[in-house]
């Protein structure tokens, strides 16, 4: 039995992923805040043999983590796959204008978030039989060519590329990989703007063009289908004609 992780799988890319693991035979635990929107992704699962299970957690919370990986390891006694999904943005202003409070919001969601549960997962991962795992961290184009006034989110997806090497790095010897999902304008609740319009770094808004949530779902099923010895460090996808080639 398989048993996979997503953060923020209430909605969006990280409902698209719970679904296209429980379609290829993972048992899928989906975490986050909202327990009315985990339940609904467990509601959806196409595969009845698989559960997907809903535990309402806070990634940044450090004993909230624990307290989920000592669940999956005590129903499960493993862990395969873990994909870093959760992540938010901060208020779009100027970065002489922007919050502390918001800098550290962000900064906890998207990067902190991330590094408990990996921390968790690794210590699982080392210790399990077989041994082992694969993580996968959902960056951003943003982690290579940032938007206008988006300080925050920007460095903590920049910053996502560190922690995805260094796992990559210190996880060889354990059979632990980790990749790195860059995703570019996927078409969900959060990426309703683009169809609106955002700035431009020429200071035009400009209406971009989008792509459907599931498809990051299975780019997560396909990396987690690989065969062990194999991994994709870093992936891109994105909507064909987004500008992020030559953007800025």
């Known amino acids: 039995m398989k048993v996979a992780l997503v953060t923020g799988g209430g909605t969006g890319i990280g409902r698209a992923a719970a679904l296209e693991l429980n379609k290829i035979d993972f048992v899928v635990y989906v975490v986050g805040r909202r327990e009315e929107e985990l339940n ?103 982690a290579h060519s940032p938007r206008p006034d988006t300080v925050a989110y920007t460095a903590t997806k920049h910053a996502i590329n560190g922690l995805t090497k260094s796992i990559a790095l210190d996880g060889r010897n354990f059979n632990i990989s980790c990749s790195q999902l860059d995703i570019g304008n996927a078409d969900t609740a959060i990426g309703s703007r683009f169809k609106s319009g955002v700035p431009q770094a020429n200071g035009d808004v400009m209406v971009e063009p989008v792509f459907e949530a599931i498809d990051c779902g299975k780019a997560v099923a396909y990396i987690a289908s690989l065969p062990e010895g194999t991994n994709i460090l870093n992936m891109t996808i994105m909507a064909t004609n987004m500008p992020f080639v030559g953007r800025g």
């Not at 499960?76 to 002489?96: C, Q, S, T």
């Not at 990067?111 to 080392?126: N, P, V």
């Open 40 to 142: 609904k992704t467990s509601s959806l699962a196409e595969n009845k043999n698989f559960k997907i299970i809903p535990v309402k957690t806070d990634i940044t919370n450090g004993n909230e983590v624990i307290d989920l990986f000592n669940k999956i390891k005590n129903d499960h006694g493993r862990i395969d796959l873990l994909f870093n999904n959760a992540g938010m943005g901060a208020p779009r202003v100027p970065i002489e204008e922007l919050k502390e409070e918001d800098w550290r919001k962000t900064v906890d969601v998207n990067l902190t978030g991330s590094f408990l549960c990996s921390q968790q997962a690794i210590k699982l991962m080392k210790t399990q039989s077989p041994q082992g795992g694969r993580i996968v961290n959902n960056g951003s184009v943003s």
